[in-house]
């Protein structure tokens, strides 16, 4: 499709939301044709990809403005052609998310490219979360160990150092506290989690799972089925992110602990 002023002019390149335009329309149709071609209905598609079936249809109907942000985009495409037997990361590479290049040619007899699969991911959280209750624990000995040491210098010494200590830790109470968020999912929905500006999860989390996340300076929670994700914060009361169906992105700061 090429864009024109007028005769002798150069063409008008098309802005990156309309190349996005065109190739999900063009990716969506082969991902409905493969479906078929499978004998495979939506529903079906949804107990597989544990993606909304909302979604599913606006991939094949290359329907821009019914799903989230053109990086989500890219992801609920390589789960798509996955469950459809297709190498996900390559199909899905031809969706263009921003500044990338576009264009890129298709290589389907390339060398295949090794993809984690769920129990690998499940078991890198489980290593992560029994490092960090290792490091806090390692932290929290040390610490008591420190002040054991304290209380055994001479009183005076120890007086003194005793109200530096406390003075510095009140301080350092004052200019830093973590922040804590938990889900729990009513239905299943795709979820991503963002701590200190690094990525800590995305992807889909099935119904009925709790996860919990930190972070010392700033957390951010998105969703495209806020009324079916209750989310709590500090050990709060949990409650809904918003309507059901519909995407809603919360950011959570850190706040000093006066």
Same mark, same amino acid.
């Given at each position: 499709?090429?864009?024109?002023?007028?005769?002798?002019?150069?063409?008008?390149? =098309?802005?990156?939301?309309?190349?996005?335009?065109?190739?999900?329309?063009?990716?969506?149709?082969? %991902? +409905?044709?493969?479906?078929?071609?499978?004998?495979?209905? @939506?529903?079906?598609?949804?107990?597989?990809?544990?993606?909304?079936?909302? %979604?599913?249809? +606006?991939?094949?109907?290359?329907?821009?403005?019914? %799903?989230?942000?053109?990086?989500?985009?890219?992801?609920?495409?390589?789960?798509?052609?996955?469950?459809?037997?297709?190498?996900?990361?390559?199909? +899905?590479?031809?969706? =263009?998310?921003?500044?990338?290049?576009? /264009?890129?040619?298709?290589?389907?007899?390339?060398?295949?490219? =090794?993809? %984690?699969?769920?129990?690998?991911?499940?078991?890198?959280?489980?290593?992560?979360?029994?490092?960090?209750?290792?490091?806090?624990?390692? @932290?929290?000995?040390?610490?008591?160990?420190?002040?054991?040491?304290?209380?055994?210098? =001479?009183? *005076?010494?120890?007086?003194?150092? /005793?109200?530096? *200590?406390?003075?510095? &830790?009140?301080?350092?109470?004052?200019?830093?506290?973590?922040?804590?968020?938990?889900?729990?999912?009513?239905?299943?929905?795709?979820?991503?989690?963002?701590?200190?500006?690094? *990525?800590?999860?995305?992807?889909?989390?099935?119904?009925?799972?709790?996860? &919990?996340?930190?972070?010392?300076?700033?957390? &951010?929670?998105?969703?495209?089925?806020?009324? /079916?994700?209750?989310?709590?914060?500090?050990?709060?009361?949990?409650?809904?992110?918003?309507?059901?169906?519909? *995407?809603?992105?919360?950011?959570?700061?850190?706040?000093?602990?006066?």
């Amino acid at each position: 499709m090429k864009w024109f002023r007028k005769k002798d002019e150069q063409p008008i390149k =098309p802005s990156i939301k309309e190349h996005q335009a065109e190739k999900l329309g063009q990716l969506g149709s082969q %991902l +409905a044709s493969l479906r078929q071609e499978k004998g495979l209905n @939506l529903d079906e598609l949804v107990g597989l990809t544990r993606i909304p079936r909302r %979604l599913l249809q +606006a991939i094949e109907e290359g329907n821009l403005n019914d %799903l989230p942000e053109p990086i989500y985009i890219q992801g609920l495409i390589r789960q798509f052609a996955e469950a459809l037997g297709v190498r996900g990361a390559e199909f +899905a590479s031809h969706f =263009p998310i921003g500044s990338q290049s576009v /264009g890129v040619k298709s290589h389907w007899k390339a060398q295949a490219v =090794p993809q %984690l699969r769920p129990i690998h991911l499940y078991l890198l959280y489980i290593g992560l979360i029994f490092c960090s209750v290792n490091g806090l624990s390692q @932290l929290l000995n040390n610490a008591t160990l420190q002040a054991n040491n304290r209380q055994i210098q =001479p009183n *005076t010494a120890a007086q003194s150092k /005793g109200q530096e *200590t406390a003075s510095n &830790t009140l301080l350092s109470k004052k200019e830093h506290q973590s922040v804590q968020i938990g889900v729990t999912l009513k239905t299943s929905s795709w979820i991503s989690v963002v701590t200190d500006g690094k *990525t800590a999860f995305e992807g889909v989390l099935p119904q009925g799972s709790s996860r &919990t996340w930190n972070a010392t300076d700033q957390l &951010t929670v998105k969703t495209d089925n806020a009324g /079916g994700v209750l989310m709590s914060v500090n050990q709060q009361e949990a409650k809904e992110m918003g309507e059901l169906g519909k *995407t809603q992105e919360i950011k959570i700061a850190a706040k000093p602990n006066l």
